[in-house]
Antibody, heavy 125, light 112 residues
């Protein structure tokens, strides 16, 4: 059975740092891209960051670019999100999600087919 | 960047009703549109991929349609467990060298 389990969420002061982890099991981790998605209190889902299956390429939402860094360790079946210069607006429930491949014509079509339950980050003084 | 606009933002309906939620993209995204369900306290769940393909295990009362810029998610006969928030997502802007996605703002489906 596929599992994604996030950890590392905490209460941190503005300007502080935090490192989230996403441990996975039940599938061939090295074959899948992984994403981070967050949901702020009372708001909708927001895509945060992505990393390709081999870690060669990464992407970030404009709201976190330059402050967050995604990485992966295929030997540990894990993805990480290093969060620096945290702001109050980064307070959210952070999910990791597996990027499944679903075909596509001119380019590959992906969707997030498995998700973790999330880890809560609160940025407050 | 590609923007997705869902409507309505919230919707009240009764068990057994047929409901439709729409998602409009700011540019042509072909069929690179997915739909998710978020129930309170649970992880989001993939319902529809490629605009109209039902994900494994999803009940057939869910269906998706559309292409280009206009898309819809329809639930043919609402069940109690369907009262949740629904999100569209585009994957058209994803490339191997620059992976990125966008979600719509969500549609909250409530019991009337």
């Amino acid at each position: 059975e596929v599992h994604l389990v996030e950890s590392g969420g905490d209460v941190v002061r503005p300007g502080g740092s935090l490192r989230l982890s996403c441990r996975t099991s039940g599938f061939t981790f090295g074959n899948f891209g992984i994403n981070w998605v967050r949901q702020r209190p009372g708001k909708g889902l927001e895509w945060v960051s992505a990393i390709t299956w081999n870690g060669e390429n990464t992407g970030y939402a404009d709201s976190v670019k330059g402050r967050f860094t995604i990485s992966r360790d295929n030997a540990k079946n894990s993805v990480y999100l290093q969060m620096n210069s945290l702001r109050a607006e980064d307070s959210a429930l952070y999910h990791c999600a597996r990027q499944g491949y679903f075909g596509g014509d001119l380019q590959a079509l992906y969707a997030f087919d498995m998700w973790g339950q999330g880890t809560m980050v609160t940025v407050a003084s | 960047d590609i923007q997705l606009t869902q409507s309505p933002s919230s919707l009240s309906a009764s068990v057994g009703d047929r409901v439709t939620i729409t998602c409009r993209a700011s540019q042509n995204i072909n069929n690179y549109l997915n739909w998710y369900q978020r129930q309170p306290g649970k992880a989001p769940k993939l319902l529809i991929f490629a605009a109209s393909s039902l994900h494994s295990g999803v009940p057939s009362r869910f269906s998706g349609s559309g292409s280009g810029t206009d898309f819809a998610l329809t639930i043919s006969s609402l069940q109690p467990e369907d009262f949740a928030t629904y999100y569209c997502q585009q994957s058209y802007s994803y490339t191997y060298s620059r992976p990125m996605y966008t979600f719509g703002q969500g549609t909250r489906l409530e019991i009337k």
